[in-house]
């Protein structure tokens, strides 16, 4: 569990270093990578909340779920909203 604990809170000190790293006009363009790669963490997230060994891993994957999802359909919404800013206005 301490293992589990400390993988993940290095998961979140270098995903924060990463994120604040990508310059404004470089954000955009990449959210369908970082919507991809979400994806990859729900399938993750999942299989962690099912085979959870104990409660806590459970919660852990359940929490994982719950940011990733969150994470990938505000990027489909952040990338939607600049694709119609490209659209001819009728």
Do not use: D
């Not at 301490?2 to 959210?31: N, Q, R």
């Not at 993750?44 to 852990?60: D, I, P, Q, R």
């Amino acid at each position: 569990m301490v293992a589990s604990l400390t993988i993940f809170v290095l998961a979140v000190f270098v995903g924060f270093e990463i994120i604040t790293k990508v310059p404004p006009t470089l954000h955009t363009p990449l959210m369908s990578g970082s919507n991809a790669i979400s994806g990859i963490a729900i399938v993750g997230a999942l299989l962690a909340t099912a085979l959870g060994a104990n409660w806590f891993a459970s919660l852990l994957g359940f929490l994982a779920i719950i940011m990733a999802t969150v994470n990938v359909v505000g990027g489909y919404m952040v990338t939607n909203r600049m694709l119609s800013m490209f659209k001819a206005k009728r």
